[in-house]
Each structure stands twice: as C-alpha cells, then as structure tokens.
C-alpha cells in the first residue's frame, strides 16, 4: 500500500515563497505519476501540476511561471515550489499518486491520465495574507 505524506505548509505574506514535499512510502514510485491539487473552502479540487514518471510536467495556467514540480526518486519525494504567492493561492495542498498503467499514460491539464489507481495524502495547509 501507498501512503503519502505532505509537509512545508505555512502562512507567508502575498509574494512570499513556500516549497512543499510529500514523501511515498512503500514500492514503486520509479513508475508512479505524481501530481499536486488544492482545495479552498467551498470550491472543489483542483489540480495544480503533474509529473510523469520520465520527467514530463504539466501546470495550470494561473501557476504557470510560479510553481514548479520536481521528484527525486531516490528519496521518493514530491516537491512544488511555489513562488510569488498570491492570496488566491491560499488552499488545503493534496498530493496524488497514480499507478498501474492500463492505457497510453498522458501527463495533460496538470494531471496524469491512464493510471488505474490513485492514492492521496492527507493535505498541507497553504495561506497566503495580502
């Protein structure tokens, strides 16, 4: 089984910079495809970036030129590095795993597509003050 853990969430004023990690435990992260979402009250999740098991990202556009998604496989981390926090960004941080491949595996629209399974970690929390 796979468990995700998130860490690096805090309270940083508007502009401010912030670097998440989620480290999986258990086997397999080589070939898993990762990705962050977000969720602020009242709003569903939403997805935020993603990183294919070769490397491929993907970002929203109202991240783009801020965030970026990295993995190191050999400690089995994810990270996000945000910068030039706005307010807006001020969410719950989820990070996602996704395995098995059943189909063509896609890296599009901040997500990883063709995966059978997906796992999720707990949150960490993300508030950005004007």
């Known amino acids: 089984r796979v468990q995700l853990v998130e860490s690096g969430g805090g309270s940083v004023q508007s502009g401010g910079s912030l670097r998440l990690s989620c480290v999986a435990s258990g086997y397999g992260f080589r070939d898993f495809c990762m990705a962050w979402f977000r969720q602020s009250p009242g709003k569903q999740r939403e997805a935020v970036a993603a990183?294919?098991?070769?490397?491929?990202?993907s970002y929203t556009d109202y991240v783009k030129g801020r965030f970026t998604i990295s993995r190191d496989n050999d400690k089995k981390t994810l990270y996000l590095e945000m910068n030039n926090l706005k307010p807006e960004d001020s969410a719950m941080y989820y990070c996602q795993a996704s395995a098995n491949v059943v189909s063509f595996p896609v890296v599009e629209g901040a997500q990883c597509h063709g995966y059978e399974r997906t796992y999720w970690g707990e949150g960490t929390l993300v508030t950005v003050s004007s």
């Open positions: 990183i294919g098991s070769g490397g491929t990202k």
